[in-house]
């Protein structure tokens, strides 16, 4: 059964900052890779779908790479912003086009 | 833009209510999910259709129902309502020929409470 494992949990950094959030997947049988934003009491935005067959995505500030044979993502996002500040959820997709999900990184950027 | 909408934002129900939840995209997705977010367990699948009147248990199914009659609307039934149901309930949807090539798109989400 794939399990998904976003570390850490909550992350708090000073605006400006670079930084990366971790996704790891227990299976690498994987259709593709799909990384979310959630705003407190809010649905999910979508913001990078990576196909098992490519690297990396990027989107504006975002960069999300995958290797699949070690069974790791990373979110990057450069230069942050206090607007950053959100739960960032990882999910990958496997048969019959269901996403299995990780529990999320808490992001915090200071002012 | 793809849009889902979901009826309800926030909604309070009593114990052994019927409870109905509705979705609807607006972008001829063949895919509808139902998922759960509580805290600590994170999302988990509760049903999903590929297309109408076809339905899918995900995960954890029992307590729920679907129905899905029209392609763009997908309806979550709590035939039964009890305070173990009260959660985050986020609706999905995606193209089914496109895969993997697109994205699932997901609603505002509707909170639920079971008094």
């Known amino acids: 059964k794939q399990e998904v494992t976003q570390i850490p949990a909550a992350l708090s950094v000073p605006e400006g900052e670079n930084l990366v959030l971790n996704c790891s997947f227990t299976?690498?049988?994987?259709?593709?890779l799909q990384w979310f934003r959630q705003d407190p009491g809010k649905g999910l935005t979508s913001l990078l779908l990576i196909q098992s067959s490519q690297r990396e995505q990027t989107s504006g500030r975002l960069n999300a790479s995958l290797d699949k044979s070690s069974g790791r993502s990373t979110l990057y996002i450069a230069a942050s912003q206090p607007g950053d500040s959100a739960t960032y959820l990882c999910?990958?997709?496997?048969?019959?086009?269901?996403?299995?999900f990780g529990q999320g990184t808490r992001l915090t950027i200071n002012p | 833009d793809v849009k889902v909408t979901q009826s309800s934002r926030y909604l309070v129900k009593r114990t052994g209510e019927k409870v109905f939840l509705e979705c609807v995209q607006d972008m001829d997705h063949e895919n509808m999910f139902w998922y759960r977010q509580d805290p600590g367990l994170g999302l988990r699948l509760i049903y999903f259709s590929y297309d109408v009147k076809m339905k899918e248990k995900g995960d954890i199914p029992e307590g729920y129902s679907v129905s899905r009659e029209k392609k763009e609307r997908f309806s979550l039934i709590l035939e039964s309502a009890s305070t173990n149901q009260t959660s985050m309930y986020l609706c999905?949807?995606?193209?089914?020929?496109?895969?993997?090539?697109?994205?699932?798109?997901f609603g505002d989400g509707t909170r639920l409470s079971i008094l």
């Open positions: 999905a949807s995606s193209f089914r020929k496109r895969f993997p090539y697109q994205p699932q798109h």
């Open positions: 999910a990958v997709f496997q048969g019959a086009q269901k996403l299995v």
């Open positions: 299976d690498s049988a994987i259709y593709n």
